[in-house]
């Protein structure tokens, strides 16, 4: 199965700065088939991305995701105070499908 | 608007059995494969299996084959996750969600999860 690290394990920032959060596959994610979520605390998680880069309904446009391979990228551009949460990546492009251990992204 | 709304907060004793619901709505139920997720306390994703409610067609993770049964009833679109068996181990928040493709896919929407706590 593919393993799917993330890192920084936690992003310490403030409102208005740039988040770089990153997920890395043990293997080649096929077709660039990695998601994006995020979740809030006491929610459930909400698809950001898909396809490695195309936004999903709905999502804001200061974020976006990029990469192929084995090394994928989700950017939040300019944080909002809504933005602070924990994110995950999916791969999806093998079978079973496995998720990231999650980037926690808090105000500094 | 498509919505997954799961059944009510459960607290169990270990040994017993349960099974929580799924029901899909504002979208052909039938054509759009099921997924079910946990995330255990203070954790991360797992996902746990599959079911494609047109012909039931059901996948399992393999660290979940044989833990729990995936069912669907289309008559009144909804997907069940069940155990015959609870342990304290099986606390969680389990949470359904639809795939955005067929088999392997992104998942979107989700539905609102369902806590489930086993305690003696």
């Known amino acids: 199965e593919i393993v799917l690290t993330q890192s920084p394990g936690t992003l310490s920032l403030s409102p208005g700065e740039r988040a770089t959060l990153s997920c890395r596959a043990s293997?080649?994610?096929?077709?660039?088939?990695l998601a994006w979520y995020q979740q809030k605390p006491g929610q459930a998680p909400r698809l950001l991305i898909y396809?490695?880069?195309s936004r999903a309904t709905g999502i804001p446009d200061r974020f976006s995701g990029s990469g192929s391979g084995t090394d994928f990228t989700l950017t939040i551009s300019r944080l909002e105070p809504e933005d602070f949460a924990v994110y995950y990546c999916?791969?999806?492009?093998?079978?079973?499908?496995?998720f990231g251990q999650g980037t926690k992204v808090e105000i500094k | 608007e498509v919505q997954l709304v799961q059944s009510g907060a459960e607290v169990k004793k270990p040994g017993e059995s349960l099974k929580i619901s799924c029901k899909g709505s504002?979208?052909?139920?039938?054509?759009?494969?099921i997924g079910w997720v946990r995330q255990m306390p203070g954790k991360g994703l797992e996902w746990m299996g599959i079911?494609?409610?047109?012909?039931?067609?059901?996948r399992y993770s393999p660290s979940f084959q044989g833990q729990v049964t995936i069912s669907a009833d289309k008559s009144i679109s909804t997907a069940y996750l069940q155990w015959s068996s609870l342990k304290a181990s099986d606390t969680a928040m389990y949470y359904c969600?639809?795939?955005?493709?067929?088999?392997?896919?992104?998942?979107?929407?989700w539905g609102q999860g369902t806590l489930v706590t086993v305690s003696s």
């Open positions: 969600a639809r795939l955005g493709q067929p088999l392997l896919g992104w998942f979107d929407p």
């Open positions: 079911i494609y409610p047109g012909d039931s067609d059901t």
């Open positions: 396809g490695a880069s």
């Open positions: 293997q080649s994610v096929s077709s660039s088939y």
């Open positions: 504002g979208y052909s139920f039938t054509s759009y494969w």
């Open positions: 999916q791969q999806y492009g093998s079978s079973p499908t496995t």
